[in-house]
Structure formats: structure tokens, C-alpha cells
């Protein structure tokens, strides 16, 4: 498929990964993933050179409830062919963000011209799966009314570190009824590759965070009257956890703008 | 096996399920059930004549929860073979309680003189069989350190009626550490026939408890700080239903004297 013209109008079935990945490898589409390929699993990436994926991998293996890793690229190759057999990691995403030592530098949607041949990339689970496993089993998931996602907080607790990688651990918050707080445990626990069940419930000061104070302001943090917070480890971990290790050359995702896979997000689930 | 005379010290395999009933059987055991054939099931008896067993038999299918049952007697037969091949209700309980009118009349340690051609025996689960669950994760259950129970509370829950047979909720309480909570949540959910997952968690008073006011006094009711109460179906819940149905005749275990089945706890996992 060659690149689409800008300002085209590209009719495409927003249903299926591949013609998603198509027209997004073509430049198509620079948008959010959240609405597209609904019940294909998304991922978030990190890149980066060899010499520091032995601890990037380390650390995943050492707190995998934040780094839920679902593939791990060969050095240098573009593809990840147990996510999908098409897939070239350097143009299928719709936006990626580059950084030098630990500091954002760009943000390009494609990295064909950054790309290395000691590069490796990490793919991670992410919440969208759960969260389709949840709206399935008939809980109400508010923010997603207002077109927002779950709020995502710093807590006080340490992930495990492995060589540079370190940091906190970060959350993201649902607020459920009790009968609904336990009916989403049970649905999460059958995810462990997406991170699982919840990390703690009730009391958020017990895990240093306060409700009104959002990382980066990201998502909702609502929790009416009645309702009990919940909280999942969260796949922006790793980032932080990389922002601290400062590596010289790294490529992630643009927020919101995932990998879209070819596996369904039921395969995920363990029982 | 014939009867032991009191005051003779009986020694028996206390690990054994059979050997445990027949010397309760021989009347050389009329203590509580708790430290008893660790590993295998224990059950609540509920034993009413023929005309009351439909209405109950539906009361227990319309709230499974607090009724989970496991075995139901043919008419005027002593005998539940799927629970153990040599067990006779009417000799295998160390204590029984009679109620005449719905009103508690007598407790003996043997009810075959009470027996009648056109009783109905109901055995229901017990929450026992996912304590030894939780033990065996790890979990601490501090009111068995203290050698009583969990604490047993009415909530403002009706359950769902059955001809005469109505009445509310009642829960048992847990408290937990939030991760200790989610496991607590997940490997309960494991036994949905000994009362399953958690009907709730968090504030008591949405249910209508006062955590200080127990139920006839009964079990634990300490919330120590940083923990979280967990609420569970109760199986005393269909005596309260009995006891407001009036049934001219019925008899039950006597409190935490329960009956020992051969059924493994283990065996009532459903994952």
C-alpha cells in the first residue's frame, strides 16, 4: 500500500488490526487507538539499544504486574511476528515519541530513519484488555462515558530494581459499587499478561496517593458516593522507570497511540 | 462399633473422616467439629418433614449463596451417600438441636428416636472448606488464633423467598490487609459451593452492620487498622428463614458441631 495523500479521505474497516496497521503504516492515521480493532489486544512499546535491554528485560521480569511483557523483539528486527505476522514495528504505530538521555526530544510517526541495528523492542500489556473483559461482564466503567480513561496516580510504593531501572510504582484507579469491586477482581485475576488483579483496594493514602492529584493530570479520578477505589499496576511504570535511567537513545509510543496487535484479548485470559 | 461407656478415654485417628464419625456415631464424641478431619468438608443439616422440603429445596436454590447446598436425602431415608458411603444422620452428629413450631425444644446427641419416614435431610456448605483455602495461601485469619469464628452479622439484604421461608441475609466478616482482601476475593471465588466470592467489602453500614453488634454474639468482629472488613453469605441464613417459617418439626446440627463428610475440601474447587 503506497503512502495516502494528506487530507484523503481513507475508507477503512475500523474492525480489523491489519487494515488498521495498513493504513497507519501509510501514514493514514495518526489518531488514538482506543476505538479502533475493538477486542484485539494493544500494547505499549519501548525501544532500545541492546546494551540496556538485559535490564529493561530484568526489570519487567521483577515487577510484572506494572510490566505485563507479551513480546520481546530479536536485536535489530523490526518485526514481532508473535503479535502479528505483518507487523514492522517502525511505521505501525500511529505516533511514537524519541528520547535522548531520558528527555523527550520529537515526536514522528514513523522512526524508519531512527532505526538501529541494535535496537529492541518491548511490547507490554495494557488495560484495554481487562477493561473490554469488564464492559462484557456488564460493569460500568464511567470514565470511558465521558471519553476519558482510568486516573493514573504515583504511589509510595518501590518497584523492584534492575541495574539503572527503578521508580515507583504507578497505578490506575476504577471506582466500582462493592459487589462491583469484587465482580472486577475476579474478571482481572484471568489476566495476568495485562496486569492482573488489582493491587490494592480502598484506603489511597495507605499507598501515598491522593485521589485529587493525577499523574501528569491523566484520566478520571472520580469516585461517587457508595463507590470504593481499586487499584491496577499500570504500564506507564516502565516509562518512569526508564525516564530515571537515562538511557541515551529511546523510542515509546505516543500516549494513547498503542500497537495494535492480531491477538484477541479473550487469548489472554487464563481461565 | 458398639457404645463407648462415658468417662472411657477413646483413642481414635482424629485426621480420619470415617473414624471421626463412628465413634460420634457410638456417642464417644459430642464436641465441635473445627479441629476435626482437617481437609475434608463439613456441613450444616437442616432435616424438615416432606411437606416443607419443596419450598426449602427452592429457598435454597433462589439464594445459593448462603445456601449452597451439597446434598439432599430421599424421603425418609438417613442416609447421603455422596457425602459418605457409611453416614446415618441420624447417629453421625456429636449434638443435634430440635425445634417444634419453630422454637428450640432439646439438644441430644442422637436423633434416631426422633426419626420419622417422612423426613428430609438438606446439607449445605460451610466456610470452613476456604479457611483451610486461605491458610494454605498464606492468609491470616486471626480469630482462629483467638480459637473462635468469624464474626456473624444481619444486613439489611433480604434474601429471595420461598413459601414460608424468608428472611435476612446474614454474613460472616473477615478482615484483611487490601492485597491480603484481593486474595481473600480470588480464592474464595474458587468455592462457589461453601458460599463462594464476597457479597461485599467495605463500609459495613451500606449493608446495614454494625460491625460491634454481632449476631447472637457470635465469631470475631476486629478490624485492626489498615485493614478492610470482607463480608461473606452466612450459612446461618436458612435458620433465621426456618426459624421465621414455623415448620411444625425440624432439626439442625447444634451450633459449630457439624456434620464430617469424605468429601475433600480440595474437591469442591471449582478452578
Known amino acids: 500500500m503506497s503512502a495516502i495523500p494528506p487530507g484523503n479521505v481513507v475508507t477503512w474497516d475500523r474492525t480489523d488490526p491489519r487494515a488498521a496497521r495498513c493504513v497507519i503504516r501509510s501514514g493514514g492515521y495518526t489518531g488514538y487507538t482506543a476505538a479502533i480493532a475493538a477486542g484485539y489486544v494493544q500494547a505499549n512499546i519501548c525501544i532500545l539499544p541492546r546494551d540496556w535491554s538485559a535490564d529493561f528485560l530484568l526489570y519487567c521480569q521483577r515487577n510484572s504486574k506494572p510490566c505485563p511483557l507479551i513480546a520481546r523483539s530479536d536485536v535489530g528486527d523490526p518485526r514481532l511476528p508473535t503479535l502479528a505476522e505483518d507487523l514492522d514495528i517502525r511505521t505501525d504505530i500511529p505516533r511514537y515519541h524519541i528520547f535522548c538521555d531520558g528527555e523527550f526530544t520529537e515526536e514522528v510517526s514513523d522512526i524508519s530513519s531512527h532505526w538501529r541495528d541494535d535496537l529492541v523492542t518491548f511490547a507490554l500489556g495494557c488495560s484495554f484488555s481487562f477493561e473490554e473483559a469488564m464492559l462484557e461482564a456488564g460493569l460500568r466503567l464511567k470514565f ?26 504507578l497505578v ?100
Chains 1, 2 share one sequence.
Open 144 to 169: 470511558l462515558e465521558r471519553n476519558s480513561v482510568a486516573g493514573v496516580y504515583v504511589t509510595n510504593i518501590d518497584t523492584v530494581p534492575a541495574g539503572p531501572f527503578r521508580g515507583p510504582l
Open 172 to 271: 490506575t484507579m476504577r471506582a466500582f459499587k462493592p459487589a462491583d469491586a469484587i465482580r472486577a477482581i475476579q474478571i482481572t485475576s484471568r489476566f495476568p499478561n495485562v496486569h492482573g488483579a488489582p493491587v490494592h483496594i480502598g484506603d489511597p493514602a495507605s499507598i501515598g496517593v491522593d485521589l485529587s492529584r493525577r499523574y501528569q493530570n491523566v484520566g478520571d479520578g472520580e469516585v461517587a458516593a457508595g463507590e470504593i477505589p481499586v487499584f491496577w499496576a499500570c504500564g506507564l511504570t516502565p516509562q518512569l522507570a526508564v525516564k530515571s535511567a537515562k538511557p541515551p537513545f529511546c523510542i515509546t509510543h505516543a500516549p494513547s497511540s498503542m500497537l495494535i496487535t492480531d491477538l484477541r484479548n479473550a487469548s489472554l485470559a487464563v481461565l
